[in-house]
């Protein structure tokens, strides 16, 4: 079997059980989730998702092995886009990530290095914060309203950041005392995992704080010796998600393999520093 081929196992009337083989010869058991209506492509598709049942025995390198298959973490639940077989063959959600060492930064991402040089930046070990949580509160309300993340409970939140399993940090971003953005992000063996970030809508207009998040991981990934900033899933066709092409050279999870996404770029380049 290749790396990440998943079997199916057995059926029933409204999960399927499957087995999939990692690189170590691992065997773990998923279930196949209920279809739901996309959020991302808003023409009536209907999507799935595969979701890892045993998650016992989890641990960052177990983790570090399935998100190099093309899974993906919410809070505590591994899962994977499978939308296939609800009659669209949708297969346009794909695991995307960032080789850092040959990363290029845009003239724009360097003016937007520039431009956030002010801000003071703090990393502490996960935790409930309050201040973290009315960001929280304020990015949702200004970015994402009428959505499934709407209107957030502090458990909710805390559910959705926080893994007992993964070691993960807070990365605060201040200017003088005011808190602007938080990064979520995931330490792994050979990479970083950009989680999720919040930040003051209206700040980020003139500081573009989504981007220079970004930057800062790819930055930070570097000085750790990390080979990878995995950016989550993207769909070309989302302007939702539409960001992320912009960090090149971009590798997307296709087939069982992580291929190129820009035709001609060149992973052998030295990159240019920020």
Known sequence: MARGDVVWHKDSDCVRYIDMVLPRFRTLSLVHGLPHPCSYIEDGRIAGALFLCDIDHMDGALYQDLMASGFRRSGAQIYRPLCVGYGNGCQECVAARVPVVHFQPSRNMQ?????????????QTIHFNPSHFQLYQNYLAARHTDGPMDNPEPEAYWQFIWSPWLETVLV???QQQQLLM??????LPDSLSAVYTFFE???SRRRSLGTYAILWQIAEARRLGKNWLYLGYWIDTSPKMRYK??????????????LPWSVGANAAAPPRQL
Do not use: C, M
């Open 182 to 187: 938080v990064a979520v992000v995931d330490i």
């Open 245 to 258: 092409s912009r960090f090149q050279p971009l590798e997307v999870y296709r087939y069982g393999a992580w």
């Open 111 to 123: 003016q937007t290095w520039r431009r956030n040089r002010d801000l003071s930046i703090t990393s």
């Open 172 to 174: 605060e971003f201040y």
């Open 201 to 203: 809508p209206l700040e």
